[in-house]
């Protein structure tokens, strides 16, 4: 499995900005989807973003507009950019990576996942 480990989480107020990073092992995909993924407490887990190795991208429609996905060329590195920010987009986000073609917004498509960052937006 691709190893992944995700920083930048934190506490931030409404409306505002976080950078999300999630450093990429070495991986043997030529083609290789990564993703980010949301979780809240008590809640099922939601397909934040998704970034292809075309550089094709795909977001939920919660997050439409307020967050990019980005990767560099060797998809080695993936960051989620969230701008304007809600309370609702508090939860722990996970990296995610898969070597295929296509990337869906579906977390049962990733075998391979970082531990999590926390992101806490304050009223």
């Known amino acids: 499995q691709v190893q992944l480990v995700e920083s930048g989480g934190g506490s931030v107020p409404a409306g505002g900005s976080v950078r999300l990073s999630c450093a990429v092992s070495d991986h043997p995909y030529a083609r290789i989807c990564l993703a980010w993924f949301r979780q809240a407490q008590g809640k099922e887990r939601e397909g934040v973003a998704t970034?292809?190795?075309?550089?094709?991208?795909l977001y939920g429609d919660s997050v439409k507009g307020r967050f990019t996905i980005s990767a560099d060329n060797a998809k080695y590195t993936s960051h989620l950019e969230m701008n304007s920010l809600k309370p609702e987009d508090t939860g722990m986000y996970f990296c995610a990576a898969q070597g295929r073609l296509y990337c869906p917004l579906h977390p049962d498509t990733y075998n391979s996942w970082g531990q999590g960052t926390q992101v806490t937006v304050s009223s």
């Open positions: 970034i292809g190795h075309t550089g094709r991208t």
